[in-house]
């Protein structure tokens, strides 16, 4: 039976070992807002500062540039090269027919989860008469450049007197505004968070983790209530600009509630390690995570309701995902508190768990200090 559990453990450990500190860090999101009326398109575009220098096949000194003032500079001194990259892959049609590009300024130095992103406006000069439809298409950062991979461009639009949001990935890169449906656009942002749950590495260990110390079944059910309500309330109030907390400050946060859940399923006594505790503690712990999960979808749209139909189909693709990985693991669990090996799965499963977890909150801490000393 150790053996049985033996290889899943070494498995967890090993890829979890080697995962990035952060499990938001192996892709990047481009982001692009669009307003315009006819043949006349303005778009905004905000894009990962370092990634845009070298995919504009830049020098370390354009790259590496630290400070908004440098940053800003190299922006000025490298305007055309990156003009040319960013209008090659990103496009705006009218009617099937390509709008002719021209941009609006140097550009800008725009923060964002602690990250630079630059800051460009495009216009687009769209031949046709009124009535027409446009078409926005995103091949921005692709995976043969090989600096991240899975990017994602999230738009949203207000064109022709339509409003939207919308997520383009290389498998579905363009937008047709006269075709979009509700459905399309709850169908792509509900996708969105179940991908954020499965593959945010930190999310996933912070529910083993609870589950870990769910006994009953009616412990799993109060734990998951709290945690999907409190995070569901940051998250929307984040995702609004109602509230806003650094990521530099929520990132360790969340990998800190990991190891504090994980060593009370050891240090605790009884059947319940947190008792009377649990269910505050839970849902106090979902309201970090909430706005982490903000952070992740990272729209920064104050005050926009617009926006409310995809943030509430990214929670809702959040809390499907949850449900699959509360049926997967839980029985799993039982049936390991069931064997000899009990507490020898444990105790390993658990010391996993909080490795990994302090390595992020260390490596999240020093990166977040990192950018401010030398800034």
């Known amino acids: 039976m150790r053996r049985l559990f033996a290889l899943p453990l ?9 995962t990035p ?3 938001h860090d192996a892709t990047t999101k481009a982001h692009a807002r669009l307003t315009g009326d006819g043949t006349d398109v303005t778009a905004e575009l905000e894009l990962e500062y370092d990634l845009l220098m070298k995919s504009a096949w830049l020098y370390a000194e354009a790259y590496g540039a630290k400070g908004r003032t440098e940053q ?4 000025r001194i490298n305007h055309d090269a990156v003009t040319e990259y960013v ?18 300024g140097d550009g800008d130095i725009r923060m964002r989860g602690g990250k630079a992103f630059a800051v460009l406006t495009l216009v687009y000069d769209c031949a046709g008469g009124s009535g027409g439809e446009h078409a926005v298409s995103s091949a921005l950062f692709p995976d043969q450049e090989t600096f991240v991979h899975s990017t994602e461009t999230l738009v949203t639009y207000d064109l022709d007197g339509t409003e939207g949001s919308a997520v383009l990935f290389a498998g579905d890169p363009t937008l047709r505004t006269a075709q979009r449906q509700a459905a399309h656009q709850v169908g792509e942002f509900f996708l969105l ?20 110390g769910a006994r009953r079944l009616r412990d799993v059910v109060v734990t998951a209530t709290a945690f999907t309500a409190a995070h569901s309330v940051t998250f929307l109030l984040a995702a609004l600009g109602v509230v806003e907390v650094p990521g530099a400050l929520v990132e360790p946060v969340i990998a800190a509630t990991i190891i504090v859940v994980a060593a009370a399923n050891l240090l605790g006594k009884g059947e ?5 505790w649990r269910l505050p503690v839970v849902f106090a712990f979902g309201l970090i995570h909430g706005l982490g999960f903000a952070g992740a979808l990272d729209i920064r749209e104050p005050g926009s309701w617009g926006l409310l139909l995809s943030l509430l189909s990214f929670n809702l693709g959040i809390e499907a995902a949850q449900l699959v990985l509360i049926a997967v693991l839980f029985p799993l669990l039982t049936l390991a508190r069931r064997t000899p090996a009990a507490r020898w799965v444990a105790v390993t499963l658990t010391t996993a768990i909080v490795t990994i977890s302090l390595y992020w909150f260390l490596d999240r801490v020093w990166g977040a200090a990192g950018p401010m000393g030398s800034a």
């Open 10 to 18: 070494l498995l967890l450990f090993l890829l979890l070992g080697s």
């Open 193 to 212: 968070g179940t991908e954020h749950l499965l593959f945010g590495l930190d999310h996933v260990l912070f529910l083993t983790a609870l589950l870990m």
């Open 21 to 23: 500190a952060s499990a």
């Open 72 to 75: 800003l500079h190299q922006l």
């Open 87 to 104: 209008t090659e892959r990103f496009a705006v049609a009218y009617d099937d027919k390509p709008c002719a590009p021209s941009t609006a």
């Open 272 to 276: 319940d390690r947190f008792g009377k």
